[in-house]
């Protein structure tokens, strides 16, 4: 490769979540991993259960790759659908590196933390969707309707958030 040559890197797109999810919020969200899988994107999660697990698992088995941004220091703490576990020992202050390794954030359903991970991700200037019931009322982010809808949606999101620079 020559010094100018750039590698295509794929779309980065955190999916973020409770780790106590329901059933349709697991099944949101592993559809929504397998459909950024099936799109070339990494899916970019918190690494534990629920929907980060979730959206690692559909992007997995649709032969993705996934990176899990622990909260803890031990990387096989990791969910066992995380490819790449990067430990950080920083807590829940690791949410926002979980959003900054992306570059647009979907959120299925959710509670504080994922809160959280919304407005960093806003303070940092990337989008954010919601699919499913969002973690609270009048967020004004666009609902998405289906795991398909927001994987290509996330994509377009990413593609404009790459093309602002």
């Known amino acids: 490769m020559t010094p100018d040559a750039r590698v295509e890197r794929p779309p980065r797109v955190a999916v973020i979540g409770a780790a106590q999810a329901s059933e349709s919020e697991y099944s949101d969200a592993q559809a929504l991993g397998h459909a950024l899988a099936k799109l070339g994107a990494v899916v970019v999660c918190g690494g534990y259960g629920?929907?980060?697990?979730?959206?690692?698992?559909g992007a997995a088995e649709a032969g993705g790759l996934t990176i899990g941004i622990l909260r803890g220091s031990r990387g096989e703490d990791a969910n066992p659908w995380i490819q790449v576990p990067l430990p950080t020992g920083l807590g829940e202050a690791r949410n926002a590196l979980v959003v900054a390794g992306a570059e647009v954030a979907?959120?299925?359903g959710g509670s504080w933390g994922t809160l959280s991970e919304i407005a960093l991700a806003k303070?940092?200037?990337?989008?954010?969707g919601t699919l499913g019931?969002?973690?609270?009322s009048d967020l004004d982010l666009p609902a998405l309707q289906d795991p398909s809808a927001a994987a290509h949606w996330a994509l377009e999101r990413a593609?404009?958030?790459?093309?602002a620079g």
Do not use: I, Q
């Open 123 to 128: 303070k940092m200037g990337l989008d954010v």
């Open 50 to 57: 629920g929907v980060m697990e979730a959206a690692a698992r």
């Open 106 to 108: 979907v959120a299925v």
């Open 133 to 136: 019931l969002p973690p609270a």
């Open 159 to 163: 593609a404009a958030f790459r093309a």
